[in-house]
């Protein structure tokens, strides 16, 4: 019954911003260090941010600098503000649960939200 759905994607010009969301259902959030990846056309996924239940962040060094990942475990919702948008960031983004308990580990995908930057 867990459900993650994002939202918040579409089309912009390079330079521009875009914040995607990403709703959980059920009860797996706050245990949960939760992921943004991506994956473009003919390129693997790639992890672009991730958050840690207790809230430590890291990166990709293609986006350090310019996006922000975020939670807010009383909504059970995580955030990717994207800033200074470039087309090399056209993908779809795909939010990840990585559900950690003290019995078991599990892994939870959203069905993706297009990304697109025109130059």
């Known amino acids: 019954q867990v459900q993650l759905v994002e939202s918040g994607g579409g089309l912009v010009q390079a330079g521009g911003s875009l914040r995607l969301s990403c709703a959980a259902s059920?009860?797996?959030?706050?245990?949960?260090?939760m992921g943004w990846y991506r994956q473009a056309p003919g390129k693997q996924r790639e992890l672009v941010a991730v958050?840690?239940?207790?809230?430590?962040?890291n990166y990709a060094d293609s986006v350090k600098g310019r996006f922000t990942i975020s939670r807010d475990n009383a909504k059970s919702t995580a955030y990717l503000q994207m800033n200074s948008l470039k087309p090399d960031d056209t993908a779809v983004y795909y939010c990840?649960?990585?559900?950690?308990?003290?019995?078991?580990?599990?892994?939870?995908w959203g069905q993706g939200t297009q990304v697109t930057v025109s130059s």
């Open positions: 059920g009860s797996i959030f706050s245990r949960s260090d």
């Open positions: 990840n649960a990585d559900y950690k308990s003290f019995w078991d580990r599990r892994n939870y």
């Open positions: 958050i840690t239940s207790g809230g430590s962040t």
